[in-house]
């Protein structure tokens, strides 16, 4: 099956949940632009029907099949674009010093455009109605928010 490469991940994300029986999960990519003149991450999906399933896909060119370029799926319960980049680096996974910011606040994002034009302008449009004269203060943008 042609598809979106999104389409083939979703499939062998959804094994588990769908019992799928499926085996040799092959993404085979294609240079979408030149073949069909598209702006889309396409390729072949091939797969066997067995009683048995597999979790994971083998990733390849449809140019060059028999080059692996990458394979994911399902390892140890997770779901990884990579196996074998998560087997090197699994021994991380789940453990940071640092404390993840989903986001950026609105007022400590920085100004981003000026009334009049031109980098002299002093003058910035915070929102649609906050406008700040920066010539007169001095700002430190905070990324903490």
Known sequence: MLCKTSVIRNIVRDIPRLKLKISNVREMLIDAKKEFNINANAALFVADFNTHGEKFCLVSSLYEPNVKLREYGWFHNKFVSDIGLYEKYKYIDGYSSFEWRQGVKHDADVPDACKSGGMSCPWF????VD??????FY?????DG
Request: aromatic content about 6%.
């Open 131 to 136: 406008i700040m004269d920066l010539s007169k």
């Open 139 to 143: 700002l430190k943008y905070r990324a």
């Open 125 to 128: 449009i915070l929102d649609a």
